[in-house]
């Protein structure tokens, strides 16, 4: 496969299942991810390494599994200042090109160590700007409900920075579009729902699935559905343009183009909705698509912790024994080469840790509460996942120490939900 490539673009979509690209779902939500998919190499078996964006996406950015990326080994609980930072070398350190990053989701921001060798890194933080401006805006973010950039605006900034930067250059865009709360913006409002709802009740009835799902009807199950899939079509007409806007400037054919979603999303599947403190098929199995004209669908495990290695080898830079990944290359050139290949998630649920692992065929769940790992009955994948449990729990840091987290990061948080009582 060639790798001959000057820039790379990667774009990671916040909670985004992978039934909802090509052909597996009864709405064709996404048409262009689809066709994007159909077109392009398709990993089809892509495991993310978490439930949840933090853990997530230090592996997407770091190529590594979560319990290396932070200093104290493994995530704590979801709220804000329980010890979290990024430790682990980014992806934007081991490269000598420009390089950009741009979202507005508070857990990859400056706060908790995402700003690091960065040319521009915009995450939609008001950090550093005075301190009048910066109590300006958070009030009319608060007034106008808004949570995050939408896709159009994260487009916007990247594309002009890279009309100052068209040859050799790395750019992240990360969408939270499809994240909670679902407020899908008005032109796509109504597209599934029969009588569309206000932002405002759209908030209320997602913090009740979170907290009390076994309440949730099946008309209001169908709304939250319907909320999600119009905010996936949203994300998707907007990459469809971003896509078209890099054609006009004649640099489409330069870049390798790199889709990924950090993690999936439920509906009452497993009791539970939104993301978060479980490991199961619906909310660890992601779309994986690289844009390079090659029509293939790849089946073996692959992993988030894929996206840094293939990358670097794209762009000529060697990152030595610092990664877990595999270049998504060799494995789309030789793909029976992986075909037993383990791939790993990890997530925190009441103080204790999940494990999971997925070889291709089938998930194995483990919840180390006792850390009992003996099981001679185990499969082979069994195995696997305990072992990696144990590597993980050996490198914890029990301290408890905190982080100090700044007024807006923790708004932000609360505002997308991560501070409610059963918050995800």
Known sequence: MSEEYNNV???SIDALRKDRINGEYERNVAPFLSKLAEENTEFTNCISTSSH?????SSVLTGVYPYKANKKGLMPENAPGS?????????SSYLDIQKGGFHSNPFLSRSFGYGKDWDKLDDGLYLG??????LLNRFFDKLLNRHYSRAEKINEKSLRWIDSHQENFFLWNHYMDPHGPYQPPKNFRGKYQENPVSDREAQKLLKKAINKPEEISEDEQQTLIDLYDEEISYVDSEIENFFEELEERDILEDILIMIV?????????NGFYEHGEALNEELVRVPLIMVDGQNGTIKPSTSVID???TILSVLSKNPGNNIDGENLMDIADEPEKFEDRIVFSQDTKDHHMLFGGFNGDNFFLFEAENRNFEDESSSNLEKEVKKYAKR?????????????VEEEVKERLEALGYMEEKSR
Not at 129 to 134: A, C, D, E, G, R
Not at 392 to 404: H, I, M, P, Q, T
């Open 83 to 91: 010890g979290f930072h990024l430790d682990a070398e980014i992806i």
């Open 9 to 11: 673009i990667l774009l």
């Open 261 to 269: 979603g950090d993690h999936g999303e439920a509906f009452g599947q």
């Open 392 to 404: 993980a729990l050996d490198r914890e840091d029990v301290s408890g120490s905190k982080e100090e």
């Open 307 to 309: 996206i840094v290695p």
């Open 53 to 57: 964006t933090r853990e997530a996406m």
């Open 129 to 134: 700007n005075s301190k009048i401006l910066t």
